[in-house]
C-alpha cells in the first residue's frame, strides 16, 4: 500500500501577484486603478499590505479579470450569491482575445479610460454587451470579428433588450424582422 504524501503549497500572498502582475506587464497602478474602479491610493494600499486585501466579490472579480485568472486564486475571494450573466458573446470575444494572443490589458488599453472599467465588468459577466452598435462595432474590430458577426451579435443584443423590455418577440416577429432589414441596410450602407 503505498502512502499518500501531503505537502503544502506555499501560498502567495494576494499582494504580492499583484505587484507581480503589474511589473510584469509594465502596467501603471494608476491604469490599474482605473481599470478596475478604485483609487490610485488603494491599489498602493493593497499592493504595500498597508490595508487587508479586498474581500469584496466585485473588487476581486475586476482584479481577476484584468489579470486573466480565475477569483478564485486569491485567498480572500468567496464565491457570491448573485448570478454571473455567461454571454456567449463574451466568451466569443474573450476567445478571439486568446487566438489574437492578445491579454485583457492591452485590449483594454485600446478603449478610452473612461470605457476600461466597464469593458471590464462586461468580460467578469456583470454587465451586458452593449447595445450601442458603434460600441459593439469597435469591440468586434479589436478583436478581429467580421461585420457579419458584429451585426448578429448587435441583433441578438436588440431582441433581448425587446424582451426585456416587455415585447413578445415572438408575436411580433414580422415586426421586429423589418426593423433589423432596415438596421442593416442603414449600417452596410454607413461603412
Keep these: 500500500m503505498k502512502e499518500k504524501i501531503i505537502t503544502k503549497e506555499k501560498k502567495i500572498p494576494s499582494s504580492k501577484k499583484l505587484a507581480d502582475f503589474l511589473e510584469k506587464n509594465n502596467l ?7 481599470m478596475i474602479g478604485v483609487t ?4 498602493y494600499n493593497l ?3 498597508t490595508i487587508p486585501f479586498s474581500t469584496r466579490s466585485t473588487t476581486l472579480e475586476r482584479i481577476a479579470t484584468v489579470m486573466e485568472v480565475e477569483p478564485e486564486v486569491f485567498e480572500e475571494y468567496r464565491v457570491p450569491q448573485e448570478p454571473i450573466l455567461i454571454d456567449e458573446t463574451v466568451e466569443k ?3 478571439k482575445l486568446k487566438s489574437q494572443k492578445m491579454s485583457v490589458v492591452n485590449f483594454l488599453k485600446l478603449f478610452p ?8 465588468d462586461i468580460l467578469r459577466g456583470a454587465l451586458p454587451v452593449p447595445i450601442d452598435y458603434n460600441e459593439l462595432k469597435f469591440m468586434g474590430n479589436i478583436t478581429g470579428l467580421s461585420k457579419e458577426e458584429i451585426f448578429d451579435i448587435w441583433q441578438d443584443r436588440f431582441r433581448q433588450v425587446m424582451e426585456t423590455g416587455g415585447m413578445n418577440i415572438y408575436s411580433n416577429s414580422e415586426l421586429i424582422n423589418k426593423m433589423l432589414d432596415c438596421a442593416k441596410k442603414f449600417i452596410t450602407t454607413q461603412q
Design 93 to 95: 470575444i474573450k476567445s
Design 28 to 34: 501603471h497602478k494608476k491604469d490599474f486603478a482605473q
Design 47 to 49: 499592493i504595500d499590505n
Design 113 to 120: 479610460r473612461s470605457k476600461r472599467l466597464d469593458i471590464v
Design 40 to 43: 490610485l491610493s488603494y491599489v
